[in-house]
Structure formats: structure tokens, C-alpha cells
């Protein structure tokens, strides 16, 4: 058994090849386990100056790492995966420890970073090949956008760096990366392992530090040349703000929003029940993807939530590394209250609590616990914004129409589950429904991992996310070398006379 109380060997930022205590400090982050308030795993310095010193750094190595063939290129990352893979369940440790995921869901997002690896690298240099457009005179090659800043959030805190960072790597593009103040043990880790994969000094940066400071230097940073952020539109809409004066940059938002199920007067309700308490309550209702709203038809609204309540009843709210355990705590108190203040507000406003959720005490730990809640929402206002944590808000609807209506009015759907026994009008429906991804029959969760969810939200299945990423960070440019005698049919009137290509320097007058 390991000892998950050991602190963190803190090693400051990772700048042009080298871990480095910032030489000014601008503030600190503390890392708590959420879990166990008492377990801090370390104190981490941040710096506005590492930031200017992780771009120059990354500047620097632009020139070798574009330089490598992209063989060599997978090489690298090849070698992230083995190493990732060597010592798997530490890593699921670590991100149990700082995050509070329980043990289960840590190991499935390591295994889940392991498996993007394999496929980028099957996938992802024939993207980066070039393309012949006319035999040896003219094809379409693509070249790195340049130094590529990566910021996100801590929902996912090694699966979504680790993929953004590879792919930007890949491509050709030296990587500054920040991760999430709540996750930056895990942040630590992946410059550890990024360390080990004998990139060139600078190709990968990581800088330590808070969104407010850190990450908005990071992001209107002018020496960067591209940002992959993903986040919360609120944070998304804040760096957008930031970066009006520079309408050139190519930014990259994947942001969350939650996401919704339909359940039909025809579902098998117990499938519906299971699907949806873990699309729901999955990392605590933090994931982008959790079913935070479901229209139920009405004939089968009071049984849909009696096996509902029955299932969130069963559901084991406690320690990450504790046996049994579905839910863990939020991230953070300030988590915890907001998920407590809009519940109140639900209740409040009259949408009756069919589960009230709220605090959870745990015996012997002190930590960010919640009960799970599901609150019957009775009139229209409560679809704006985004649900915070674990709740469920259920919906009785007067049929189809009634559903898809207040489906497309959610401010953002990211994934939605229709629960039907007829494919069909499951088919029907996906034609009237704007969502990133839609399942039948099964519930939201890991959706966004299979999400591209790029700009206004393109998605597909497999590996989109890093293949629209590939395309967005290696720029194609078109060659062309005209080895024709010269071609009197291109004559322009009025360009002056036509140069000459003939051996004997005779110029040929049209
Ligand atoms: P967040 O928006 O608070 O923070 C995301 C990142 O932005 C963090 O690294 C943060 O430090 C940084 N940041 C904050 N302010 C900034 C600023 N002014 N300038 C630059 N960077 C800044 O998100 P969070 O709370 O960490 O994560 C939860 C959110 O992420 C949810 O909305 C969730 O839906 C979304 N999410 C989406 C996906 C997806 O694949 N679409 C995956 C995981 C999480």
C-alpha cells in the first residue's frame, strides 16, 4: 500500500528543460486533498515572470523540434505512453489524492491518456504527411502554427493536457502548458514524465500558477502563436475578452455546459435509472458531460423518479481511496457552496426536491462532501446557466415536441441520451436536436472525451478530438515549382512582355 500522505516533492515551473523555483514569487497555490482537508500534498510558487520565460524557452526550441521528422517526433511521445503505462496506478493515485475522484475513475482516465497516446500516434502522422497535388510540381504540406499555450481545467487533470499537449507536440509546436490550480501535482507529474521522453530543451514548458494571474498572462502572452483552452464559457468568454487585440491568434475553446437525456413514454426505466444516476453523479457532477437535465414523458414521470431516488439513495458518497466508493467530494469548498446556494435556489423558487441534496459529513475525514440531489423542475426558468455538482433536474414533458422545445433552449448541450426502445424515433429526434454527441439507450458519461467540441462544437467519434487538433496546429501551406517551359496561355494583358525561359535567352513577345 502506498502512502498517499507523502508530500509532493514540489519542483517549481519546468522551463527550457529543467525544473526551476520561480526567482520572483507572485503567490502561491495550495494543493489540498479535497478529501481530507488535513492531507496537504505541497505549496507551489507561481510567477508572471516564469511565463515570459517559458515562452521565450519554447521560442527557442521551435526551430529543432519542427526540424525532427515527425517519426521522430512519435518517438517522443511513444515513450510518454511507456512511462505512463509503467506506473499507471500511481498516477491514478495522485490524481485520486488531489482531485477526489474515487480510485476507479482515476484509473480509467490513466488508462483512457494511455489508449489516446496509441492512438494519436497510429492516427496522427498520416495527417501530417503531405499532400500531392500535381506530381512533382505542386503538393500541400503542413507546417506548426508556432509556440502553443495550453491552459485546463481540473475535471480532467491528465487526460486533457496530456492529449492537447501530444497532438500540439506532434504537429511540430513547442508546448507552454498550465494546468488547473487545483490540479498542479498532476501537472508536475506530466513535466516529469514529459522529461523523460528526450524532447529538445524548451519543446515542452510548464508553468505553475492561478488562472487570474498565470493564466491570463499566459493567454494574451504576444509570443505565443496559438491557445488551446478548455474550461467553462464563463473563463472561455473572459480570455476571449482578453484577446480582442489580437483577432490573428488561433484559439481553440473546448468548454463544458453539461448535458441533458430524453426519456420516452417507451423506456426501459431501469435502464434509464442506471444510465443516468452515473452520467449524473460521475466525479461528482463535475464532468462536461454529466446529465444534469432530463425530460421525462409524462405517463412515466412518478416512476421514473421513484427508481431514480431509489438508485441515488443506494449511491456510496465517501473517500476516493476508500472501497465502494462512487462519489467523491468536490474540488473545493467554494464548489461545495455554490452546488448548496443553487440548490437553495431551486428550492426557493418552488422545484420540489425529490432528493434534497446538500453538506455530507464523513466520519473521520473532513473534506468537500455532498449529497447527491434531484429536484423536479416545474416551470421554464431554471434552464439557464450551468448546474453545479451532482443534482439532476427532471422535467415532466407533454411529449416529443414538448422535450426537443426546451432541449434546444439549454444554453449549451455537449451530449444528450435519448432513452427509447425504438430506434427510429430515436433517429427522428437526433434530427431535430442540437447536441455534440447523442447516445441512445445509454447515458452521457465519456462523451467528451470522444468530443472534438472545437469552436462551435464539431464532434465525431474515435479520435476527433486530436485530429481536428492536428489540423488546427499544423497549418497547410501549398508549394508549387513550375518546371514548365514557359506557358504563353498564362499571357496577362497589360503585365508587361512575357519574360524569357528558352535556352537561348530569346524573349518571346505574345
Ligand atoms: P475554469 O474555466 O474555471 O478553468 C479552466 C482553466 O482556465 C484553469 O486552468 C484556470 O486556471 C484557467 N483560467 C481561469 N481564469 C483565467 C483567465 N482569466 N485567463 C486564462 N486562464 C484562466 O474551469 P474548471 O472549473 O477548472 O473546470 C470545469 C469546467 O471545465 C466546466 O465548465 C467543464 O464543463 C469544463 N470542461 C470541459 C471539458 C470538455 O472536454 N469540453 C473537459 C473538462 C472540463
Known amino acids: ?7 509532493l516533492l514540489r519542483r517549481g515551473d519546468y522551463i527550457f528543460g529543467s525544473f526551476v523555483r520561480p526567482s520572483t514569487v507572485d503567490g502561491y497555490i495550495v494543493a489540498v486533498n479535497p478529501g481530507d482537508r488535513s492531507d496537504v500534498l505541497g505549496r507551489f510558487a507561481f510567477s508572471l515572470v516564469s511565463v515570459d520565460d517559458a515562452v521565450g524557452a ?10 525532427m521528422s515527425v ?7 511513444a515513450r510518454f505512453g511507456e512511462k505512463l503505462e509503467e506506473a499507471a496506478d500511481t498516477y491514478a493515485m495522485l490524481i485520486t489524492r488531489e482531485g477526489g475522484k474515487p480510485l476507479w475513475e482515476a484509473r480509467a482516465e490513466v488508462d483512457a491518456t494511455v489508449r489516446a497516446v496509441r492512438l494519436l500516434l497510429a492516427d496522427g502522422p498520416p495527417l501530417l504527411d503531405p499532400r500531392v497535388l500535381q506530381q512533382d510540381t505542386a503538393w500541400s504540406e503542413r507546417r506548426p502554427v508556432g509556440v502553443v499555450a495550453v491552459i485546463t481545467p481540473f475535471t480532467y487533470p491528465m487526460l486533457v493536457p496530456a492529449i492537447h499537449i501530444l497532438v500540439a507536440l506532434l504537429a511540430g509546436n513547442p508546448v507552454v502548458f498550465k494546468p488547473s490550480k487545483f490540479a498542479p501535482g498532476v501537472g508536475q507529474a506530466l513535466a516529469e514524465l514529459l522529461d523523460r521522453c528526450r524532447l529538445p530543451r524548451g519543446t515542452f514548458n510548464l508553468v505553475q500558477g492561478s488562472g487570474a494571474s498565470v493564466g491570463a498572462r499566459l493567454a494574451a502572452h504576444p509570443g505565443i502563436d496559438a491557445l488551446l483552452f478548455t474550461g467553462s464559457h464563463r473563463t472561455a468568454a473572459k480570455v476571449r ?5 489580437r483577432p490573428e491568434l488561433p484559439v481553440f475553446f473546448n468548454c463544458g455546459g453539461k448535458g441533458a437525456a430524453l426519456v420516452l413514454d ?3 426505466l431501469d435502464l434509464a435509472a442506471y444510465e443516468l444516476c452515473v452520467s449524473a453523479f460521475a466525479t461528482g457532477g463535475q464532468r462536461p458531460d454529466a446529465a444534469a437535465r432530463v425530460f421525462v414523458a409524462k405517463p412515466r414521470f412518478d416512476q421514473f423518479c421513484d427508481r431514480m431516488a431509489e438508485r441515488i439513495g443506494n449511491l456510496k458518497v465517501g473517500y476516493g481511496f476508500d472501497d465502494g466508493v462512487f462519489l467523491g467530494p468536490m474540488i473545493s469548498d467554494t464548489h461545495r457552496r455554490q452546488f448548496r446556494g443553487k440548490l ?3 428550492s426557493d423558487a418552488g422545484h420540489a426536491a425529490i432528493v434534497p441534496g446538500g453538506f455530507a459529513d464523513m466520519e473521520g475525514r473532513r473534506g468537500f462532501y455532498v449529497r447527491p440531489a434531484m429536484h423536479w423542475v416545474l416551470r421554464d426558468e431554471a434552464l439557464a446557466g450551468e448546474p453545479v455538482g451532482p443534482v439532476i433536474q427532471v422535467y415532466s414533458v407533454d411529449g416529443e415536441d414538448h422535450a426537443v422545445s426546451l432541449h434546444e433552449r439549454l444554453p449549451s448541450r455537449l451530449a444528450t441520451a435519448v432513452f427509447t426502445e425504438d430506434e427510429r424515433r430515436f433517429r427522428s429526434l437526433g434530427e431535430r436536436m442540437t447536441t455534440g454527441a447523442l447516445h441512445m439507450n445509454r447515458g452521457t458519461s465519456g462523451a467528451a472525451l470522444r468530443l472534438a467540441s472545437v469552436g462551435r462544437g464539431q464532434s465525431s467519434n474515435g479520435l476527433p478530438g486530436a485530429t481536428e487538433l492536428i489540423r488546427f496546429l499544423a497549418i497547410p501551406r501549398a508549394v508549387v515549382i513550375d518546371r514548365r517551359e514557359y506557358d504563353r496561355s498564362r499571357y496577362v494583358p497589360g503585365a508587361g512582355p512575357l519574360p ?5 535567352g530569346e524573349t518571346i513577345m505574345s
Open 1 to 7: 500500500m502506498i502512502d498517499v500522505r507523502t508530500r
Open 58 to 67: 519554447a521560442r527557442e526550441a521551435m526551430a529543432p523540434w519542427s526540424a
Open 71 to 77: 517519426a521522430e517526433r512519435a518517438q517522443c511521445i
Open 241 to 245: 475578452r482578453s484577446l480582442e487585440g
Open 266 to 268: 417507451d423506456a426501459n
Open 344 to 346: 437553495d435556489a431551486l
Open 500 to 504: 524569357s525561359l528558352n535556352d537561348d
